[in-house]
């Protein structure tokens, strides 16, 4: 199995900060990495897909990058509905695996 | 509007079964696969697996933590997915969720919309 390690697994940061959260692939996916953002209490939403396709919706202050097994979600300038926990999914093979999330809390 | 509704959640003891639903609205459903995706209490997500549109064979793909135990399967023409979860052990114990993948899975890729998730508590 893919195994997927994000980093860091928490962080502090304050509006307006540029933020920027890693996924690293056990072995070589491609580009198939997805990004979702989690808000305490909520649904899971998707931001990415394939690295770096922004979902119809997504601020375009989210962006993505990577392929191989190096990946980032950037946020460029961080607002206060942007707080949450974000996770990464490689769906270049079975069984899909998610990372383990990264939590960005208000600084 | 896409919506995905699950349901059939609850309590259940361990080694029983529980089989759950979810109910799909605003698209083509058969031209769709579809996941099913768990969340632990505090704990982040877990991929439990998917079942292809009729188009790609149907066929399944599961984790390995389910494999055996659980199953899923379509109802096209009541644009419905299922999760049949046998064996149920006290660490199934989640907030289970359904999604939609595809319709071209290396293109589109996985989970685009989710359901509101419902709650499987395994215990005695």
């Known amino acids: 199995d893919i195994q997927m390690t994000q980093s860091p697994s928490a962080m502090s940061a304050s509006v307006g900060d540029r933020v920027t959260i890693t996924c690293r692939a056990s072995q070589g996916i491609s580009n198939y990495l997805a990004w979702f953002q989690q808000k305490p209490g909520k649904v899971p939403k998707r931001l990415i897909y394939?690295?770096?396709s922004l979902q119809s919706g997504v601020p375009s202050r989210f962006s993505g990058s990577g392929s191989g097994t190096e990946f980032t979600l950037t946020i460029s300038s961080l607002q206060p509905e942007d707080f949450a926990t974000y996770y990464c999914?490689?769906?270049?093979?079975?069984?899909?695996?998610f990372g383990g999330g990264t939590k960005v809390e208000i600084k | 509007e896409v919506q995905l509704v699950e349901s059939g959640g609850g309590l259940v003891q361990p080694g029983r079964s529980l089989r759950l639903s979810c109910t799909a609205s605003?698209?083509?459903?058969?031209?769709?696969?579809m996941s099913w995706v768990r969340q632990a209490p505090g704990k982040g997500l877990e991929w439990v697996g998917f079942?292809?549109?009729?188009?790609?064979?149907?066929?399944?793909e599961y984790a390995a933590s389910v494999k055996g135990r659980f199953t899923i399967s379509r109802d096209d023409s009541k644009s419905i997915a299922y999760l049949q979860m046998n064996s149920l052990k006290t660490e199934d114990t989640a907030v289970y969720y359904c999604t939609r993948d595809g319709p071209a899975l290396r293109r589109d890729g996985y989970s685009d919309y989710w359901g509101q998730g419902t709650l499987v508590t395994v215990s005695s």
């Open positions: 605003g698209f083509t459903f058969g031209d769709y696969a």
């Open positions: 999914l490689q769906h270049n093979s079975y069984p899909l695996t």
């Open positions: 079942i292809r549109s009729k188009a790609y064979g149907g066929t399944t």
């Open positions: 394939a690295s770096s």
